[in-house]
């Protein structure tokens, strides 16, 4: 990121088909991931996904085109059991030491995204938290969740304020392209915003 040394990741907390009519306002949550995978690949931001309990609650939504020909490939795409993405596997993607700006979009607000941003922030790393791309069950946990981050040290952001962030100058090369996606998504970016993150 412009304002930091620290190398940018994306994380995609269990978007699974299973959680699609439970989960409040869950196809804004889907929209925001998607154009967050399209800004990682313009901003050449590695991305981590994880699936909870894939064998009971079946795979990451395929509208989010992970790992196939022609969509968006993950660092890491791994199914778990524990609620945090803070696995074994990714444990060793960070083993370096390095110090890393995370942003997580997901759910649940209060539970998975929750216990990775808590983890992540243990372990010396920023998180960013995008209101507009995550959610639960119960629409009242998200603000609850949200503060408790916020307390606890986590950035709590929008999509479009972070994707700004990440560019820190319209003169760098990606930033005509990164326009572009702003400006296609611009009425989805509304509509989320007015759905998941009413004050």
């Known amino acids: ?45 590695p991305v981590f996904a994880t699936t909870q309990n894939r064998a009971r609650l079946g795979e990451t939504c395929s509208d989010l085109r992970l790992d196939v020909p022609g969509g968006f490939a993950t660092k890491i795409h791994a199914d778990k059991t524990l609620f945090s993405m803070w696995t074994p596997g990714v444990k060793t993607f960070f083993s370096s030491g390095q110090k890393h700006a995370v942003v997580i979009v997901g759910i649940e607000s209060h539970i998975c995204v929750l216990q990775t941003t808590l983890d992540l922030l243990r372990e010396g790393h920023k998180v960013y ?5 995550v ?3 119960n629409k009242e ?43 296609e998504t611009k009425e989805s970016t509304s509509q989320t915003l007015q759905a998941l993150c009413k004050a």
């Open 141 to 183: 946990e998200v603000p609850i969740a949200l503060a408790r981050l916020r307390a606890e040290g986590a950035t709590v952001t929008t999509s479009e304020s972070f994707l700004y962030e990440c560019m820190g100058d319209a003169g760098i090369a990606e930033f005509k392209e990164m326009a572009k996606l702003v400006k």
């Open 129 to 133: 938290v995008l209101a507009d791309g």
């Open 135 to 137: 959610s639960s069950c």
């Open 1 to 45: 990121m412009a304002a930091t040394p620290l190398r940018t990741l994306s994380d995609i907390c269990d978007l699974q088909e299973k959680f699609r009519p439970a989960i409040h306002e869950f196809p804004r949550v889907i929209a925001t991931a998607q154009k967050m995978l399209r800004a990682s690949q313009i901003l050449d931001i």
